[in-house]
C-alpha cells in the first residue's frame, strides 16, 4: 500500500523516548532523595530561625523566632508584625529549644511504617 509507514521504527522511537523518560524521573527521585532529604543544600547555621508557627485567624499568627540570645514572640497579622515579648531567660530558651528538637516529626515514610505495622491482622493458626 502507498502511503503505509512501517511500524517499527515509530515503535522504537516510542520506546527510546519512554526509557530516556523513565531514566530522567529516576535521576530526579535519586536526587531528592540524596540531597534534598538529607538537607546538605541547606545552611543550618542560620542565625535567624522560625521555631514554632501558630495560626489564630484568618492572616492571624504568633510565631517564634530564635535571634542570638533571645526568642521573639511576634504577632503577626495581614497588615502588621508585633513583638509581644521578648525572651532572654536561657533556662526558658533551653526548654523551648528541647522541646523543638523532640517534637519534629518522622519521616512520611517512617509514619506509614508505623502506621502499616500496627494495622497488620495477625491470622489466627490452624
Known amino acids: 500500500m502507498i502511503g503505509n509507514p512501517d511500524l517499527y521504527p515509530i515503535v522504537f522511537k516510542i520506546i527510546v523516548y519512554l526509557i530516556i523518560m523513565v531514566t530522567g524521573l529516576l535521576i530526579v527521585v535519586y536526587f531528592k532523595k540524596r540531597v534534598i532529604k538529607t538537607g546538605s543544600w541547606r545552611n543550618n547555621s542560620k542565625l535567624i530561625q522560625v521555631l514554632e508557627n501558630h495560626y489564630i485567624g484568618v492572616k492571624k499568627s504568633i510565631a517564634l523566632v530564635k535571634i542570638p540570645g533571645s ?56
Open 71 to 126: 526568642i521573639l514572640v511576634l504577632g503577626i497579622t495581614n497588615d502588621d508584625i508585633n513583638c509581644l515579648t521578648k525572651i532572654e531567660d536561657q533556662d526558658i530558651i533551653n526548654g523551648i529549644e528541647k522541646y523543638n528538637r523532640e517534637s519534629e516529626g518522622k519521616s512520611f515514610s517512617e509514619q506509614l511504617h508505623s502506621l502499616s505495622t500496627k494495622l497488620k491482622i495477625k491470622k489466627p493458626l490452624g
